[in-house]
């Protein structure tokens, strides 16, 4: 079971990951566009922000698992560090279980936030919904609650491994 496990979470998380480096490519590209037609043609595009704004949040949203599997997240690592192996398997669980009750509050409100923004329209581009924008914060959620419980049946730590 853990193994199975294991390797949806690697699947769900490299997934992630491939969706957040295709968000920054977009980014990327649409703010060169943006640069090109409003200095070289003098008409700029103006759904080109909007689309570089959204795109920069579902980037955020879908590399936060990967962040999480690796143990990368912000964290004050002296107690850990100090700590014997059995209170550092206790503080796994803390931090796990406090990280998984945050995205479940991020899940939660977030698709209230993006069915309530689903009557919305995004400006200059007026034919598509900001529930697509909005949305974001609950798949990232649920990217990040499976890579969570993946860092908690195993570990990598591999911040500490880089630190000084």
């Known amino acids: 079971m853990k193994k199975a496990f294991l390797m949806f979470e ?3 998380t490299f997934a992630a990951l491939l969706g957040a480096c295709a968000m920054l490519v977009i ?3 649409l703010g060169m566009f943006q640069i090109v037609t409003r200095f070289v043609l003098e008409q700029p ?3 080109t922000e909007v689309l570089i704004r959204f795109s920069l949040i579902w980037m955020v949203f879908l590399a936060i698992p990967s962040a999480f599997r690796q143990g990368a997240m912000v964290s004050v690592d002296v107690l850990y560090r100090w700590s014997p192996p059995r209170v550092r398997r206790v503080l796994d669980y803390v ?3 406090a990280a998984l009750a945050l995205i479940g509050v991020i899940v939660w409100w977030g698709w209230d936030y993006a069915q309530r923004g689903g009557v919305q329209s995004m400006a200059g581009l007026e034919s598509v919904s900001m529930f ?3 949305v974001a914060m609950p ?3 649920v990217f990040s609650a499976i890579g969570i419980i993946g860092c ?3 570990p ?3 911040e500490l491994e880089t630190a000084l």
């Open 10 to 12: 690697r699947g769900a």
């Open 27 to 29: 980014a990327a590209t």
């Open 45 to 47: 595009a103006e759904w």
């Open 95 to 97: 931090v796990a279980v």
């Open 132 to 134: 697509w924008a909005y």
């Open 139 to 141: 798949v990232g959620g």
């Open 152 to 154: 908690l049946v195993d």
């Open 156 to 158: 990598q730590r591999l």
